[in-house]
């Protein structure tokens, strides 16, 4: 069993800048695929980006490419999703995913999720 714990949500005003990270355990983090996905309110739980197990091979959905930037250290088990040039429509919470055997950019290509992180961006 894989647990994903998510840390580093929080309010920030827009423009500004925040880095999530997704501290994983039960499992090396590299033998995971991993993702992030975010769900605003009233919105279906939407893709934001993906990383392969080396980290070699990353993708973004469009509406964050060249704002956002995932990483991983599989040192410490953990991904990273760096956050800049926040906008208020990235306000969600912030979901850390992962799978064994596979990587998508829907939800129900991962196996494992974390709990959630709010991100709230003030215009």
């Known amino acids: 069993q894989v647990q994903l714990v998510e840390s580093g949500g929080g309010l920030v005003q827009a423009g500004g800048s925040l880095r999530l990270s997704c501290a994983a355990s039960g499992r090396p983090s590299s033998s995971l695929f991993m993702g992030w996905f975010r769900q605003g309110p009233g919105k279906e739980r939407e893709f934001v980006a993906r990383i392969s197990w080396t980290g070699s091979n990353t993708y973004y959905a469009d509406s964050v490419k060249g704002r956002f930037t995932i990483s991983r250290d599989n040192a410490k088990n953990t991904v990273y999703l760096q956050m800049n040039i926040l906008e208020p429509e990235d306000t969600a919470v912030y979901y850390c995913?992962?799978?064994?055997?596979?990587?998508?950019?829907?939800?129900?290509?991962?196996?494992?999720w974390g709990q959630g992180t709010q991100v709230t961006v003030s215009s």
């Open positions: 995913a992962a799978d064994p055997v596979r990587s998508g950019v829907v939800p129900s290509a991962y196996i494992y």
